[in-house]
């Protein structure tokens, strides 16, 4: 719409991009001003938009959506899809390292904590939106969505897909860590199997050469029979030749 056109402008001129930082670390030194209840957030909003001097330039709901765009793209950015961890780089983003800082907490006195209470009412129109006037043929109020419980639910839901995310990441670290033991444990089996394939080799190799032996052996033992039959026809040959005379002691 035109008016999100609108809001897109003003966020990307060099005036925002300049106080950027400073908006990041005034959110989150004022955390504990966003406390979830009514009107707290829309008042903590308008207190960093005085600090920051954008008051008439830049609505809380327009912050709100903003702060909101920069925890999204951080959270895109530290939990990948799987499978494209390695695709991702965080540190082409310049903003991560500051936003990391910002949700871990290490930003909470980088900035000077904000009073709601001194904060005015911010105006509802400044001189760079387009008016869009209201519709007086409507006799029916439109309902009253406050910008804290849209800040609110939003934060909630944010923080409830990290949740998710940190308990897949914690899943799929454990996984990990099954598949590497698994691994291992496949590694001991390979090389047991292994040493005992080359026992195997080497009893194999043991029986061939005591089945060698076992051939050489029954190789001379029909030598020897062989010269035993000779020596045995030899005998009784030269026993015949003789006994030239009856009687003999020959078997007929």
Known sequence: SSVQMTTSKIFSTSIFKNGKITMIKLRAANEALFTGRRNAAKAAWRAILRELGL???VSTVQLAKKWDNLKRRYKDLRFPPVGMETSVDPSSWPWFSLMHDAIE?????????????????????????????????????????????FVTENNVALHREWGILDRERALLERDRQLVEQEKASVQRERAAVQAERMWLERERADLQRDR?????????????????????IMLNTVGHVKCTAPPCDVMW
């Open 55 to 57: 008051q008439g330039k």
């Open 212 to 232: 060698a032996m076992v051939d050489q052996e029954r190789a001379a033992l029909a030598r020897d029979r062989e010269i035993l039959d000779q020596r045995a």
């Open 105 to 149: 907490g290490r930003l909470s006195h980088s900035a000077p904590m904000l009073d709601p209470e001194n904060s005015p009412p911010t105006p509802h129109q400044s001189s760079n939106q387009i008016h869009i006037p209201p519709n007086t043929a409507t006799t029916t109020p439109a309902p009253d969505f406050s910008t804290e419980t």
